[in-house]
Nanobody
Framework: VQLQASGGGLVQVGDSLRLSCAAS????????IGWFRQAPGKEREFVAR??????YYADSVKGRFTISRDSADNTVYLQMNSLEPEDTAVYYC??????????????????WGQGTQVTVSS
């Protein structure tokens, strides 16, 4: 499966952005889709995961970010509201078939898209 992430940009504190992760090769019914982010000098961290049955969020984004899927165009979205400077990072989407409890670990994902930069300016 090939993933294409897009939608990043430079915004102000409190603004919103919507990231897109478009898939080709397989439909999202076959995979769970996660969003991760990596800030300079930091490890890649889990943001959210979508599957047919449920969604998960990191505590740091819960209530501000929403992950959803549009089956018509095989795209998963990450709606990010009330953005903070701490949200500044390169955002990646990834696909997994893993069904265990460690869905938040990057190693459980088999396919990755290229990153999209999100910068939140104060």
């Amino acid at each position: 499966v090939q993933l294409q992430a897009s939608g990043g940009g430079l915004v102000q504190v409190g603004d919103s952005l919507r990231l897109s992760c478009a898939a080709s090769g397989h439909t999202f019914n076959d995979y769970h889709i996660g969003w991760f982010r990596q800030a300079p000098g930091k490890e890649r961290e889990f943001v959210a995961r979508w599957s047919v049955l449920n969604t998960y969020y990191a505590d740091s984004v819960k209530g501000r970010f929403t992950i959803s899927r549009d089956s018509a165009d095989n795209t998963v979205y990450l709606q990010m509201n009330s953005l903070e400077p701490e949200d500044t990072a390169v955002y990646y989407c990834a696909a997994q078939r893993y069904n265990g409890n460690y869905y938040y670990l990057p190693d459980t994902y088999s396919f990755w898209g290229q990153g999209t930069q999100v910068t939140v300016s104060s």
